[in-house]
Protein backbone atom coordinates (compact mmCIF):
# COMPACT_ATOMS: atom_id res chain seq x y z
CA UNK A 1 0.00 0.00 0.00
CA UNK A 2 1.50 3.23 -0.93
CA UNK A 3 2.55 5.47 1.89
CA UNK A 4 2.37 9.65 2.14
CA UNK A 5 5.60 11.54 3.06
CA UNK A 6 5.02 14.32 5.63
CA UNK A 7 7.18 17.06 6.39
CA UNK A 8 7.07 20.16 8.45
CA UNK A 9 6.55 22.77 5.18
CA UNK A 10 3.22 20.19 4.60
CA UNK A 11 5.11 18.25 1.59
CA UNK A 12 2.90 14.99 1.02
CA UNK A 13 3.79 12.94 -1.67
CA UNK A 14 3.45 9.24 -2.11
CA UNK A 15 6.12 6.66 -2.37
CA UNK A 16 5.95 5.36 -6.11
CA UNK A 17 8.09 3.11 -8.31
CA UNK A 18 9.68 4.82 -10.86
CA UNK A 19 12.15 3.63 -13.84
CA UNK A 20 15.41 1.79 -13.00
CA UNK A 21 17.00 4.82 -14.53
CA UNK A 22 16.15 8.13 -14.55
CA UNK A 23 17.17 12.00 -15.78
CA UNK A 24 17.05 15.22 -13.65
CA UNK A 25 14.83 17.42 -15.62
CA UNK A 26 17.30 19.94 -15.07
CA UNK A 27 20.50 18.19 -17.09
CA UNK A 28 22.08 15.52 -18.55
CA UNK A 29 23.29 13.79 -15.37
CA UNK A 30 22.44 10.08 -15.06
CA UNK A 31 21.26 8.59 -11.90
CA UNK A 32 20.42 4.97 -11.39
CA UNK A 33 17.38 3.84 -9.16
CA UNK A 34 18.19 -0.10 -8.21
CA UNK A 35 16.05 -2.27 -6.83
CA UNK A 36 17.61 -3.16 -3.63
CA UNK A 37 17.09 -4.54 -0.06
CA UNK A 38 19.76 -5.52 3.08
CA UNK A 39 20.41 -8.86 1.95
CA UNK A 40 22.90 -11.38 0.42
CA UNK A 41 22.17 -9.24 -3.29
CA UNK A 42 23.43 -6.49 -2.22
CA UNK A 43 26.78 -6.09 -3.31
CA UNK A 44 26.02 -6.87 -6.60
CA UNK A 45 24.08 -3.82 -6.79
CA UNK A 46 26.97 -1.62 -5.29
CA UNK A 47 28.88 -3.76 -7.59
CA UNK A 48 26.24 -2.38 -11.01
CA UNK A 49 26.64 0.93 -9.73
CA UNK A 50 30.50 1.51 -9.28
CA UNK A 51 30.85 -0.09 -12.79
CA UNK A 52 28.13 2.30 -14.04
CA UNK A 53 30.16 5.22 -12.58
CA UNK A 54 33.41 3.82 -13.59
CA UNK A 55 36.44 5.65 -11.92
CA UNK A 56 40.50 4.15 -11.12
CA UNK A 57 40.19 3.21 -7.23
CA UNK A 58 43.63 1.34 -6.75
CA UNK A 59 45.57 3.32 -4.18
CA UNK A 60 43.27 6.25 -4.18
CA UNK A 61 42.23 7.65 -0.78
CA UNK A 62 38.43 7.33 -0.33
CA UNK A 63 36.57 8.57 2.24
CA UNK A 64 32.79 7.15 2.59
CA UNK A 65 30.70 9.56 4.17
CA UNK A 66 27.48 7.85 5.81
CA UNK A 67 24.72 9.07 7.68
CA UNK A 68 25.64 8.63 11.01
CA UNK A 69 22.96 11.22 12.67
CA UNK A 70 22.72 9.79 16.48
CA UNK A 71 22.94 6.51 18.06
CA UNK A 72 20.31 4.69 16.91
CA UNK A 73 19.87 1.01 15.57
CA UNK A 74 19.85 0.14 12.05
CA UNK A 75 16.47 -0.64 11.90
CA UNK A 76 14.78 2.38 13.00
CA UNK A 77 15.77 4.12 9.51
CA UNK A 78 17.43 6.91 11.06
CA UNK A 79 21.10 6.45 10.04
CA UNK A 80 22.72 4.82 6.81
CA UNK A 81 22.13 0.68 6.92
CA UNK A 82 24.83 -0.71 8.18
CA UNK A 83 25.02 -3.60 4.93
CA UNK A 84 24.84 -0.45 2.43
CA UNK A 85 28.63 0.88 3.95
CA UNK A 86 29.69 -3.08 4.50
CA UNK A 87 29.08 -3.39 1.03
CA UNK A 88 30.82 -0.24 -0.34
CA UNK A 89 33.14 -0.56 1.73
CA UNK A 90 33.78 -4.23 0.71
CA UNK A 91 33.68 -3.41 -3.02
CA UNK A 92 36.43 -0.40 -2.50
CA UNK A 93 38.56 -2.17 -1.04
CA UNK A 94 38.52 -5.09 -3.93
CA UNK A 95 39.50 -2.65 -6.20
CA UNK A 96 42.31 -1.50 -4.14
CA UNK A 97 41.10 1.80 -2.90
CA UNK A 98 42.41 3.09 0.86
CA UNK A 99 39.34 3.86 2.47
CA UNK A 100 38.27 5.39 5.69
CA UNK A 101 34.49 5.72 6.55
CA UNK A 102 33.30 8.60 9.06
CA UNK A 103 30.85 10.94 10.09
CA UNK A 104 30.14 13.91 12.01
CA UNK A 105 26.86 13.38 13.88
CA UNK A 106 24.47 15.90 14.63
CA UNK A 107 24.17 18.23 17.54
CA UNK A 108 22.22 16.13 19.76
CA UNK A 109 25.20 13.45 19.75
CA UNK A 110 28.01 16.13 19.22
CA UNK A 111 31.08 14.31 21.50
CA UNK A 112 29.34 11.09 20.77
CA UNK A 113 30.49 9.59 17.34
CA UNK A 114 32.10 6.48 18.44
CA UNK A 115 29.14 5.78 20.52
CA UNK A 116 26.77 6.77 17.21
CA UNK A 117 28.96 4.57 15.12
CA UNK A 118 28.87 1.33 17.42
CA UNK A 119 25.09 1.48 17.70
CA UNK A 120 24.23 2.12 14.36
CA UNK A 121 26.23 -0.69 13.44
CA UNK A 122 28.72 1.29 10.90
CA UNK A 123 31.76 1.18 13.06
CA UNK A 124 31.54 -2.58 12.47
CA UNK A 125 30.19 -2.55 8.62
CA UNK A 126 33.48 -0.80 8.69
CA UNK A 127 35.40 -3.57 8.59
CA UNK A 128 38.29 -1.52 10.48
CA UNK A 129 38.12 1.49 8.26
CA UNK A 130 36.06 3.47 10.64
CA UNK A 131 38.21 6.93 11.53
CA UNK A 132 36.40 9.86 14.15
CA UNK A 133 36.52 12.58 11.45
CA UNK A 134 35.67 15.37 14.44
CA UNK A 135 39.54 15.34 15.40
CA UNK A 136 41.67 18.04 14.07
CA UNK A 137 39.26 19.62 11.68
CA UNK A 138 39.98 22.49 9.12
CA UNK A 139 38.97 26.41 9.45
CA UNK A 140 37.67 26.20 6.02
CA UNK A 141 37.10 30.14 4.54
CA UNK A 142 33.70 29.58 3.03
CA UNK A 143 31.74 32.85 0.92
CA UNK A 144 28.16 32.48 2.54
CA UNK A 145 26.05 35.17 3.60
CA UNK A 146 25.87 33.47 7.35
CA UNK A 147 29.41 32.76 7.91
CA UNK A 148 33.33 33.38 6.42
CA UNK A 149 34.49 30.28 7.86
CA UNK A 150 33.38 26.77 9.12
CA UNK A 151 34.97 23.87 10.97
CA UNK A 152 35.81 21.24 8.57
CA UNK A 153 37.29 17.38 8.99
CA UNK A 154 40.40 17.18 7.22
CA UNK A 155 39.54 13.82 6.20
CA UNK A 156 36.95 15.88 3.78
CA UNK A 157 39.32 18.24 1.99
CA UNK A 158 42.12 15.58 1.96
CA UNK A 159 40.44 12.43 0.35
CA UNK A 160 41.10 11.43 -2.84
CA UNK A 161 37.47 10.50 -3.93
CA UNK A 162 34.48 11.27 -1.26
CA UNK A 163 31.35 8.92 -1.59
CA UNK A 164 28.28 9.96 0.00
CA UNK A 165 26.27 7.12 1.38
CA UNK A 166 23.25 8.99 2.68
CA UNK A 167 19.84 7.99 3.79
CA UNK A 168 16.54 9.07 2.22
CA UNK A 169 14.44 10.73 4.92
CA UNK A 170 11.74 13.65 5.26
CA UNK A 171 13.24 16.77 7.46
CA UNK A 172 10.98 19.23 9.66
CA UNK A 173 13.52 21.87 8.64
CA UNK A 174 15.32 20.80 5.36
CA UNK A 175 11.93 18.67 3.99
CA UNK A 176 13.94 16.57 2.41
CA UNK A 177 17.87 15.10 3.69
CA UNK A 178 19.51 13.29 1.09
CA UNK A 179 22.78 13.29 -0.78
CA UNK A 180 23.49 17.49 -0.39
CA UNK A 181 21.79 17.50 3.37
CA UNK A 182 24.14 14.54 4.13
CA UNK A 183 26.90 16.63 3.43
CA UNK A 184 26.39 19.17 6.89
CA UNK A 185 28.13 16.33 8.22
CA UNK A 186 31.37 17.93 6.51
CA UNK A 187 30.98 20.26 10.12
CA UNK A 188 32.78 19.26 12.95
CA UNK A 189 31.91 20.02 16.30
CA UNK A 190 29.84 22.67 17.79
CA UNK A 191 30.18 24.66 14.42
CA UNK A 192 26.86 22.84 13.60
CA UNK A 193 24.66 24.21 16.00
CA UNK A 194 26.95 27.81 15.37
CA UNK A 195 24.87 27.46 11.46
CA UNK A 196 21.82 26.33 12.89
CA UNK A 197 21.34 29.47 15.27
CA UNK A 198 23.05 32.05 12.14
CA UNK A 199 20.19 30.15 9.97
CA UNK A 200 17.42 29.40 11.70
CA UNK A 201 14.79 29.64 8.83
CA UNK A 202 14.54 27.14 6.23
CA UNK A 203 15.17 29.47 3.28
CA UNK A 204 18.23 30.81 5.01
CA UNK A 205 19.91 27.21 6.22
CA UNK A 206 19.03 26.12 2.31
CA UNK A 207 21.67 28.75 1.40
CA UNK A 208 23.68 28.04 4.18
CA UNK A 209 23.86 24.34 2.93
CA UNK A 210 24.62 24.29 -0.65
CA UNK A 211 27.35 27.07 1.11
CA UNK A 212 28.58 23.84 2.81
CA UNK A 213 28.14 21.13 0.10
CA UNK A 214 30.13 23.84 -2.42
CA UNK A 215 32.97 23.10 -0.32
CA UNK A 216 33.75 19.73 -1.22
CA UNK A 217 30.83 18.32 -3.84
CA UNK A 218 31.02 14.22 -3.58
CA UNK A 219 32.46 12.28 -6.37
CA UNK A 220 29.73 9.81 -5.97
CA UNK A 221 26.57 9.10 -4.32
CA UNK A 222 24.52 6.41 -3.71
CA UNK A 223 21.26 7.20 -1.54
CA UNK A 224 19.97 4.39 0.86
CA UNK A 225 16.39 4.36 0.14
CA UNK A 226 15.66 0.51 0.68
CA UNK A 227 13.97 1.43 4.05
CA UNK A 228 13.39 5.05 4.46
CA UNK A 229 11.69 7.50 7.10
CA UNK A 230 8.96 9.63 6.63
CA UNK A 231 7.48 12.06 9.27
CA UNK A 232 8.96 13.86 12.08
CA UNK A 233 12.75 13.32 10.92
CA UNK A 234 15.37 13.41 10.85
CA UNK A 235 15.15 11.20 14.10
CA UNK A 236 11.85 10.55 15.11
CA UNK A 237 10.00 9.37 11.89
CA UNK A 238 8.37 6.00 10.94
CA UNK A 239 10.30 3.63 8.60
CA UNK A 240 9.23 2.69 5.28
CA UNK A 241 10.23 0.17 2.53
CA UNK A 242 10.96 1.30 -0.70
CA UNK A 243 13.30 -1.25 -1.55
CA UNK A 244 16.11 1.25 -3.65
CA UNK A 245 19.43 2.54 -4.03
CA UNK A 246 19.67 5.18 -5.91
CA UNK A 247 23.11 6.75 -7.37
CA UNK A 248 24.79 9.29 -9.19
CA UNK A 249 28.11 11.67 -9.36
CA UNK A 250 25.58 14.94 -9.60
CA UNK A 251 24.40 15.08 -6.23
CA UNK A 252 22.30 17.90 -6.92
CA UNK A 253 20.58 15.43 -10.10
CA UNK A 254 20.07 12.80 -7.45
CA UNK A 255 18.64 14.48 -5.27
CA UNK A 256 15.99 16.17 -7.86
CA UNK A 257 15.79 12.73 -9.16
CA UNK A 258 14.66 11.24 -6.02
CA UNK A 259 12.04 13.77 -5.16
CA UNK A 260 10.42 12.68 -8.48
CA UNK A 261 10.09 9.24 -7.55
CA UNK A 262 8.84 10.40 -4.31
CA UNK A 263 6.00 12.03 -6.63
CA UNK A 264 7.19 15.48 -5.82
CA UNK A 265 8.37 18.67 -8.20
CA UNK A 266 12.88 19.22 -6.62
CA UNK A 267 11.73 22.82 -6.30
CA UNK A 268 9.39 21.75 -3.17
CA UNK A 269 12.54 21.52 -1.40
CA UNK A 270 14.40 24.63 -0.89
CA UNK A 271 17.95 23.59 -0.58
CA UNK A 272 17.64 21.46 -4.26
CA UNK A 273 16.11 25.12 -5.74
CA UNK A 274 18.94 26.54 -4.25
CA UNK A 275 21.69 24.35 -5.18
CA UNK A 276 20.17 24.20 -9.46
Known amino acids: MPQKMHAQSKTKAQFQNREDQARDPAGPAKVLIQDAGYDAALPQVIDRILEAFPRDWAG ?3 LVKPNILAPHSPDRGVTTHPAVIQAVVRALLDRGAKVMVGDNPGISAYGRSGRSAAVSGIEQAAQGCYV ?6 VHC ?8 HVAVSRQILEADVLVNVPKLKTHTLTVLTAGIKNTFGYVAGGDKLRIHSACPRPHQ ?4 LVDIYSIRPPDLTLLDAVVSMQGNGP ?7 LGKIMASDNTVSLDAAAVCFLGQKPRSVPHIQEAG
Not at 132 to 137: D, E, V
Open 141 to 148: PVSSKYFD
Open 205 to 208: FAKA
Open 60 to 62: RSV
Open 132 to 137: PLGHNP
Open 235 to 241: ANGSPVA
